[in-house]
């Protein structure tokens, strides 16, 4: 498969306890631009979380996670961001820049806006915004309500409604999401029909 891309590439194995599968990853994510997590591996809930963890937690590089029926494309022509003015959120947009300059529509979701304002006294989004334009893409800024909804929640139902073609967001290096990533987010990721781009 990766020889008919014309691609530079190698294939590597490496059979390890379950113990050892993130340390595994992270010692090949190193040297790599980015992890992508298919659904194959995705719904194998036992070694999934572990190679997000090893790659995306252990060394700050980014992660595509493509769930099942999900198209995963490094030229995607419609980008969702989600922007909480946050360090990964800001981390996320520049690991993905490319992406998005090379888009034909970006959108800057901010979800509860008067939450994630920067009291800097600028529209919510507008210095992201103006940041992306800088660096060539197309950008739009949608100021959403969550109405009581969990943030991701939100931004999945609006990438779905603006036929975006990936999501790009920050993932959030607490402990309480390393713990959680087995949980409620793999959920999340696998019940999302589009690929997510994370960075930290």
Not at 79 to 90: C, H, I, P, T
Not at 131 to 157: I, M
Request: proline share 5%.
């Amino acid at each position: 498969m990766l020889r008919a891309t014309w691609r530079c590439y190698d294939v590597d194995t490496e059979h390890c306890e379950k113990a050892g599968v993130g340390d595994a990853v992270r010692q090949r994510a190193l040297c790599t631009d980015l992890t992508i997590v298919g659904p194959a591996l995705l719904n194998m809930t036992s070694l999934g979380p572990l190679v997000i963890n090893g790659s995306l937690f252990d060394t700050g590089k980014p992660v595509l996670v493509v769930p099942e029926g999900a198209e995963a494309t490094l030229s995607p022509r419609r980008v969702l961001v989600g922007w909480d003015s946050r360090v990964e959120a800001s981390r996320s947009i520049r690991e993905a820049l490319h992406l998005l300059a090379g888009a034909e529509e970006v959108r800057v979701a901010v979800v509860d806006p008067e939450a994630t304002c920067t009291g800097n006294g600028a529209e919510p989004g507008a210095d992201i915004a103006a940041y992306l334009t800088r660096h060539g893409a197309r950008v739009s800024v949608d100021r959403l309500a969550s109405r009581g909804k969990p943030v991701a929640t939100v931004l999945a139902q609006h990438a779905i409604d603006t036929s975006a073609d990936v999501i790009v967001m920050g993932a959030y290096g607490s402990r309480w999401l390393r713990e959680r990533l087995s949980d409620s987010v793999i959920r999340w990721i696998v019940g999302t029909p589009l690929p997510l781009f994370l960075a930290r």
